[in-house]
């Protein structure tokens, strides 16, 4: 016999709320086995309200942008220009990032026109972030602040005097050419050396000048890159930046008449130093000297670059990175006036292991656990490579 169907109450759809973008709400009835079916008007719009974010928000979505899809984002409109110009979009002034480019002892040499092009482009770089009165994060500049026909010391001063440095973090400022032109060539006969030291002297007194306007408008700075004279004067006023946590202090001119201890006062007045990088060239009359180094918080030393550096101390008992270098000079001793001269130096293992106790890697090696109790075959290679007393030196070509 055939079975009865059993009819049952089914219940009524139920029924469903929608909101539009617009914030119109919809309503709408789904069937049984039927897929629910919205009104066309619950379709997203064709257009991101971006207007309708917090201008915070927005200004975090443009921050991404380049400086010339911000300036082009800048036409879309009035709104869009308005908040285009807000010091917080303008971060980074980089002159160094246009024209030729230094690499080595290579030059890539650029015709007079195009250096005259790129002095207007520095102007009116500089305009554009005065204007929008930029709130800096980031300066990277290459001028010869011994130029005395453009004058680039007064440039930046000007500049500076017109954005906003107060949270300037990052500072990469070679004083001593600019960017786009060759060094200062001065071929024998046409230029004394009386001459080239009252150039080299002007950059060092526009350097100094321009230093204290840093201390004076960029307290928080904690990165520096640039040339340094060593000069007592200098060194005071570096120790002003007491944020400072990467140094790299480049060679400049001569590094004679230099107190031994100044690099151990500079490291002592900086609490927050992590990275050390020097390029030091000790002239052949100061070879005897050693200097000492000194800081509770360093971490990294590189001065494998740095010639005729030679260390009497350190006390760095945060250091786990070193990078060190016996540079061969070509000068030629007697075998009595070499052991003189190194007899004055202590072993530099010696130093480490009683000023390094974290030290962990050494010229990129990473050391043995025990290399403080006992030296071993690889570590004896590294310290023929880098230490100059008379155990690790006994053969001299300095």
Request: hydrophobic residues 40%.
């Amino acid at each position: 016999m055939p079975r009865k169907r059993k009819h049952c109450q089914r219940a009524a759809p139920p029924q469903l709320a929608a909101v539009t973008a617009t914030g119109t709400p919809v309503v709408a009835r789904a069937g049984s086995g039927c897929r629910m079916q919205l009104s066309r008007r619950t379709r997203s719009p064709a257009y991101f309200p971006f207007s309708f974010l917090p201008v915070d928000c927005q200004l975090h979505v443009f921050s991404f942008l380049s400086e010339v899809e911000k300036c082009t984002a800048a036409l879309v409109c009035e709104a869009w220009s308005k908040l285009i110009r807000t010091p917080r979009l303008w971060r980074v002034a980089d002159f160094m990032r246009l024209g030729a480019f230094q690499s080595g002892m290579d030059l890539v040499l650029v015709s007079a026109r195009e250096i005259e092009r790129w002095k207007e482009w520095v102007h009116q770089y500089a305009y554009h972030l005065s204007s929008r009165s930029a709130s800096l994060l980031v300066l990277r500049a290459s001028f010869d602040l011994g130029d005395q026909k453009t004058k680039w010391a007064d440039f930046l001063s000007r500049f500076l005097d017109t954005v906003h440095c107060g949270e300037l973090q990052e500072l990469e400022l070679n004083w001593t050419l600019t960017h786009l032109e060759p060094p200062d060539f001065y071929p024998p006969g046409t230029c004394s050396m009386t001459q080239v030291s009252l150039t080299k002297m002007d950059q060092i007194s526009n350097f100094q000048t321009l230093l204290e306007k840093f201390i004076q408008r960029s307290p928080k700075l904690t990165r520096m890159k640039l040339p340094f004279d060593w000069s007592a004067y200098s060194v005071a006023m570096l120790t002003q930046f007491q944020q400072l946590h990467t140094l790299e202090l480049k060679y400049f001119w001569s590094f004679k008449g230099v107190c031994p201890e100044i690099m151990q006062d500079l490291t002592k007045a900086l609490p927050n130093l992590k990275t050390l990088i020097l390029h030091v060239l000790v002239p052949v009359k100061d070879l005897g000297i050693s200097y000492s180094l000194e800081s509770r918080s360093l971490e990294y030393l590189d001065v494998s670059q740095s010639r005729g550096l030679v260390f009497c101390h350190l006390d760095l008992p945060s250091l786990r990175v070193l990078r060190i270098k016996k540079t061969v000079r070509g000068i030629i001793l007697n075998r009595r006036t070499r052991l003189s001269l190194q007899s004055r130096w202590s072993c530099l293992y010696s130093l480490l292991r009683s000023g390094t106790p974290n030290l962990r890697v050494f010229n990129n090696q990473v050391l043995l656990p025990h290399w403080r109790e006992q030296t071993y075959k690889e570590l004896n290679a590294l310290l023929l490579q880098s230490c100059y007393c008379v155990q690790h030196s006994d053969t001299w070509l300095l």
